[in-house]
């Protein structure tokens, strides 16, 4: 979860709206994005909101699907390319009202389209090979890594990072039985 929301997250002086956040925690906004959006499309249906709802109910879409225990590949297809012409949609909106600094296309979007349709038929789930666990024990190993003083040379912190795991790694045996 998001422990902390600031405008400085979202909006940058001199740089584009974007949320600057880890990815398992942009991932949990999604349903709040949803809500937000389509808030905005009760209170105007215009058809510029209608794409916004679609493009942030699509994303969602293809996080849900994450959690299914068979990887529908077809779906994944769909709603991948929902969200991404919605997207473009919005881009390419902005860009004709000279509001080129909102919905702008990234190089993610194509990594996205690669992912969903020709990635996944061949792998599977993205969430067998996506990086996240892997920065979650990065972000582990430099919590186990930590220290309140002295020595912070290379040969410290591993020497702590061994002994810190091996006192863990005991507690654990310990527990098991």
């Not at 009202?97 to 599977?124: I, T």
């Amino acid at each position: 979860r998001l422990q902390t929301l600031t405008e400085e997250m979202i909006k940058q002086p001199g740089k584009c709206p974007k949320l600057r956040s880890k990815g398992a925690e942009c991932r949990c906004m999604l349903p709040f994005a949803v809500e937000c959006a389509q808030a905005i499309y009760d209170a105007d249906r215009s058809i510029h909101n209608l794409a916004m709802l679609k493009c942030v109910c699509a994303l969602l879409d293809f996080c849900m699907l994450f959690t299914l225990p068979e990887w529908p590949q077809d779906v994944a297809s769909k709603v991948c390319r929902t969200h991404c012409t919605m997207f473009a949609a919005l881009s390419k909106e902005a860009a004709d009202r000279g509001d080129d600094h909102l919905w702008r296309l990234k190089p993610k979007h194509h990594m996205f389209c690669e992912l969903a349709e020709y990635m996944s038929p061949v792998l599977g789930n993205p969430t067998n090979y996506m990086n996240y666990a892997d920065e979650d024990f990065v972000g582990w190993i430099a919590q186990l890594a930590s220290s309140k003083g002295g020595a912070k040379a290379a040969a410290t912190t591993s020497r702590r990072v061994i002994d810190r795991y091996r006192a863990l790694r005991s507690l654990c045996t310990k527990w098991d039985k």
